[in-house]
């Protein structure tokens, strides 16, 4: 095995710190030619869908990858911008917005950049791109408050899977969860908020969050529990009785049961039970995207109405909104504790090391 290096090191290089925020991933374009290498990858990974290697990949090969990559690409195209994808541009907001807060603090010591699970711009070549800047401490955020193996745990993954192939390791700390973080709590409370106090209350506030298999769960994945935590920690702030929220799942796949209750089922469900106006919060995403956008903004608007209901309002995800952004620089900050670069004598002294070394040879 060949392990990467840096080609352009000095040891007059300059230390840094870096921050890298990481979310899903999107496709290059709303295309079907552009979703199949994404689909590909991403139904690929272990991680997200634990079935037996041979079988899986000869359903994802064989069917998946055959039908479903128009039906996303008509689904993407309703949601992309001028910008492309919202996950995207959402995301790059994120990390401009925490670079100009960290720098405050740490100046010009710090790098801050974005990447994708899954897609572009991936974590390897963003590691490879914060190592030449001279980061030798790395700090991984990635953007899912509730802990899930399917998405934080992938994402570790993919990152000691790049470590294992490079020379130089830097230091290295991993938010794995954020999900009862007061900071967090209380951006999800003033966002909710604010929305009512412009539009006024629902009957009920639906804290929808992704869902995984129940297997999972039994497994032991803590994501359940976590998603419940932080819908009862919103609702304690914000004065609710238990009649006026709830939560729920979404964006179930394939046959087996998934965590419950299902978000579409449940707004089919509810306006029967006299619930004639709810307003739905994502708080397991980070960014707006399709999940939200298209699916709990138009597709699971068309279940309630049809239903019965009169009036369903979508609360848009936290993205890059002052209270989000102060919340996941603290966060940050509180993990960057006690770390500092080199100071200029310490480069000072490396560098001479070095030429007094190839002076001898």
Sequence with gaps: MKYRGNAAFT?????????????????????????????????????????????????????????RPKRSAHAYSTVWTDRGSPLLYHTQDQRDALKAELQK?????????MAMRYGEPSISKTIDNMLQQGVRKLLVLPLYPQYSASTTG?????????????????????????HDDDRYIDAL???????????????????????????????????????????????????????????????????????QPYTDMTLKALPSEGVKSVQMVCPGFSSDCLETIEEIGEENRDYFMQAGGESYQYIPCLNSTDGHIQALTNIIKDNLHGWKVASKDDILIREQQAK???AEK
């Design 11 to 67: 040891h007059s290089q300059a230390d840094k710190i870096g921050v890298l925020i990481t979310n899903l991933g999107t496709p290059q374009a709303p295309t079907k030619a552009a979703l199949k290498p994404y689909l590909r990858e991403f139904l690929s990974d272990p991680r997200v869908v634990e079935v037996p290697r041979l079988l899986w990949q000869l359903i994802l090969n064989g069917v998946i990858l055959n039908i």
């Design 189 to 259: 409370v003033d966002s909710i908020q604010a929305h009512r106090n412009k539009n006024g209350k629902a009957d009920k506030l639906i804290f929808t969050y992704h869902g995984i298999p129940l297997r999972y769960l039994k497994n032991g994945d803590p994501y359940h529990c976590e998603c419940y935590k932080t819908t009862r920690l919103v609702a304690e702030k914000l004065g609710l009785n238990k009649d006026e929220y709830m939560t729920t799942f979404q964006s179930r796949f394939g046959r087996e049961e998934w965590l």
């Design 154 to 178: 992938s994402t570790f993954d993919a990152i000691a899977a790049d470590f294992t192939r490079r020379r130089w390791l830097p230091d290295f700390r991993f938010i794995n969860h954020y």
């Design 105 to 113: 603090a740490y100046g010009d010591d710090i790098v801050v950049e």
């Design 356 to 358: 007094s070394m190839n």
